[in-house]
């Protein structure tokens, strides 16, 4: 068990602060840097962020420094000013109490200095989301089952205004023998949160009040049994979304309702080949979607690839492109880079981040990558 305390947070990454310092000629909006960009990554590890800076024009992540260190980092985010960080801290125990921890950061010419710090409902915080207007921001607990939402001023943390603990389970004994809350979303409109239950096949539908944080239940989808939800995304056409089921390796495409924020099945994609034996478990992972709608990509773990579709911008039905091999084991996260040139995969469990050349164009991905050491990486953010 992790036992993560105040004093050891604020030490530690106060220290790892200095540490980070930017590169010569790195700062936002100075026309004269040089053409790279600070980038964070989510660690597994003691130290919890790691620095890299990014060269856009040939793929290429340099490491730059521990960023800061609290322990076993799952997901980071900025706010929409990009002037504050805010991670997930995936421990046991935090401030005494047997949960994980929500911290933020001030971020200043690549650098991170500590804000604030909450313990979350439960252990295991494996993932954050802020919503559209900054000031809200919700925990998922996928140990503990539970779920949170926080008030943010000025990158502050307040102490969690609202938790719920989920007591549903699955049919897979030995994935859902509990309720495991895994991901956090904001509609289109921002007037409804979701929290992905992977333990209980299902996605937990919320109103939201952004002036105070609460949250108001407001349905349910459920998804098939022994599916396993584990992330939830939306298209910018502002009525699709795709429901990414862990334990089945397949998504659901959804059709958002505006009216109630309720989720519709529309059809369920499958990223494994079709007849095709494996010798290993695949678990499908996480969800891409182009700025402009046109392409959408999800990654499955087990056989380890990126699975690229076309997308009807209107309808959001996708057409597939074909499977990308991640270049490592496991990959956990993976993003465009701000050119939409590049995606970027942190296969977690070979500690290396793959790079793979994109076209814009037709949405395909390289057949090869490069890789870039990284512990254990969780997150990757631009």
């Known amino acids: 068990m992790t036992t993560f305390s105040r004093r050891k947070f604020l030490l530690s990454a106060s220290a790892a602060t200095l540490a980070a310092t930017a590169p010569p000629g790195f700062a936002a909006g100075n026309p004269a840097a040089p053409i790279r960009q600070r980038v964070f990554v989510g660690s597994s590890t003691a130290n919890g962020i790691l620095a890299f800076d990014w060269d856009p024009a040939t793929g290429e992540l340099t490491s730059a420094a521990v960023a800061a260190t609290p322990a076993k980092v799952a997901w980071i985010t900025y706010s929409r000013d990009r002037k504050s960080l805010f991670a997930a801290s995936e421990i046991a125990s935090?401030?005494?109490k047997p949960t994980g921890a929500v911290v933020s950061f001030r971020v200043?010419?690549?650098?991170l200095?500590?804000?604030s710090q909450q313990n979350s409902a439960s252990d295991g915080t494996c993932h954050i989301a802020l919503d559209q207007s900054g000031k809200v921001l919700v925990?998922?607990?996928?140990?503990?089952?539970?779920?949170?939402?926080f008030l943010v001023s000025a990158g502050k943390l307040s102490?969690?205004?609202w938790t719920e603990r989920y007591t549903g389970h699955g049919p897979v004994s030995d994935r859902q023998q509990s309720a495991h809350a895994h991901f956090a979303s904001f509609s289109p409109d921002n007037r409804f949160a979701y929290i992905n239950d992977l333990g209980s096949d299902c996605i937990h539908i919320y109103s939201l009040d952004e002036s105070t944080a609460k949250l108001t239940p407001a349905g349910t989808y459920k998804a098939k049994p022994g599916s396993g939800p584990r992330t939830l995304h939306f298209h910018p056409n502002g009525h699709t979304a795709y429901g990414m089921n862990e334990l089945t390796s397949t998504v659901d495409?959804?059709?958002?309702?505006?009216a109630d924020g309720s989720l519709t099945f529309v059809t369920r994609i499958e990223l494994l080949p079709?007849?095709?034996a494996t010798s290993v478990v695949n678990t499908g992972c996480d969800t891409v979607i182009g700025k402009d709608g046109r392409h959408v990509y999800f990654a499955n773990r087990g056989n380890d690839f990126l699975y690229a579709f076309n997308a009807d911008v209107k309808t959001g039905?996708?057409?597939p492109i074909g499977r990308t091999i991640s270049g490592g084991k496991t990959p956990r996260n993976f993003v465009l880079d701000p050119t939409e040139r590049w995606m970027l995969v942190a296969n977690q469990d070979s500690s290396q981040i793959t790079v793979f050349a994109r076209n814009p164009d037709t949405g395909a991905l390289a057949n090869e990558g490069k890789s870039f050491a990284a512990a254990t990486p969780m997150c990757i953010l631009f």
């Open 94 to 96: 935090f401030n005494g």
């Open 317 to 319: 039905a996708l057409s």
């Open 113 to 115: 200095t500590p804000l």
């Open 108 to 111: 200043e010419n690549g650098a």
């Open 159 to 161: 102490p969690a205004v």
């Open 274 to 276: 079709t007849g095709g």
């Open 139 to 149: 925990s998922a607990d996928y140990g503990g089952g539970a779920a949170a939402s």
């Open 253 to 258: 495409v959804l059709e958002w309702n505006r």
